[in-house]
């Protein structure tokens, strides 16, 4: 019998797992300077009218990922990936969507 090729399906964000992410990256201390550099960035861009919300995610994704990273090396074994792009972007678009309607991120 020959083997099938199926399209890949698109991943769903695990909702848990992205609050868990969530938790994690906003008490964690050594990433701080790194979301308030976000922030001033996109508040400049901004300022300046050159602030484009369909970007926004890509700014807050860096610093989704580095927290992953972080969170891996502290809680995870040797190559696990905890954390699966649906995941990491589905928290950079709340993200994105957080700070547009001007809560706390």
Known sequence: MPHV??????RLADLTAA???DLFI??????YPMKQAIIKNLQRKRAKGK????KAPKAW?????RGARQYEKEFGSAG???FDKA???H???QLAKRYERGEDI
């Open 80 to 82: 696990s990936n905890i």
């Open 26 to 31: 906003e008490n964690t201390g050594e990433l």
């Open 91 to 93: 928290l950079a678009e």
């Open 61 to 65: 994704q860096h610093w989704v990922d």
């Open 5 to 10: 090729r199926r399209k890949s399906k698109k």
């Open 87 to 89: 995941t990491r972007t």
């Open 51 to 54: 602030y484009d919300p369909s």
């Open 19 to 21: 609050n868990e992410l």
